[in-house]
């Protein structure tokens, strides 16, 4: 795997966490009713997008927590990313012309009730981004090498830096789905529910 700058990489992750942010506070200003409304049957509406972002927050970020609280070796100046985490950060990435191609099944205990409220769901993730950017902030000060369980199976482990790049894409991924959700409930509705000025 190539060789990545270290405090470019975070610099990079804490700079596309900040505009997840900035886009949750957006949907914070939408009709809360509207965020439950489901685009088509089985399909998630925006809040359920959101809470299946939390059920992976409330698995990592403890985890991510634990591993920066171990001693751990100085950072190094270049991270090389393992080729699990590679793998499975490449394939939740959107493309660079902001498409999902790659479609995938959520894991059983992923997947999102419909029975929410989309305020309390929408006030967790944001509280899971303020913490995601104080770890990435910790995470300076240690090796991105450090291992950590993944969610699916805890007997398997990849590097931090790649927990933090899987995270992240994760995000990317759904904020994609939120906005066609968005679109789609834009057409049935007639409302002008936008994340963004586009």
């Known amino acids: 795997m190539k060789k990545i700058n270290s405090a470019q990489l975070l610099e990079d992750l804490n700079a596309d966490t ?13 009709d809360p009713e ?3 409304r489901q685009p088509a049957e089985n399909k998630w509406s925006v809040a359920q997008v ?7 927050g409330r698995y990592y970020l403890p985890v991510m927590k634990t591993a920066l609280i171990k001693p751990a070796h100085r950072p ?16 939740m990435l959107p493309q660079k012309n902001g ?14 009730s419909s029975d929410i409220d989309s305020r309390i769901v929408l006030e967790e993730f944001l509280l899971q981004e303020y913490h995601l950017l104080q ?16 969610s699916i199976s805890r007997f398997i482990k990849i590097k931090l830096g790649d ?11 759904h904020f994609v789905q939120v906005e066609n959700t968005l679109k789609a409930i834009n057409k049935l509705t007639g409302e002008a529910l936008l994340l963004s000025g586009g």
Request: charged share 25%; hydrophobic share 35%.
């Open 34 to 36: 509207l965020l439950l």
């Open 18 to 30: 900040r505009q997840i942010v900035l886009q949750t506070k957006l949907l914070l200003q939408q």
């Open 163 to 173: 927990g933090f790049r899987f995270l992240i894409a994760h995000h990317q991924r």
């Open 99 to 112: 498409q999902v191609t790659k479609k995938m099944k959520s894991p059983k205990d992923h997947r999102p």
């Open 50 to 56: 959101i809470e299946h972002l939390n059920s992976y």
């Open 135 to 150: 770890l990435l902030e910790k995470a300076e000060k240690t090796n991105l090498e450090t291992r950590i369980p993944i």
């Open 76 to 91: 190094a100046e270049f991270y090389r990313p393992g080729w699990l985490g590679d793998y499975f950060t490449k394939s």
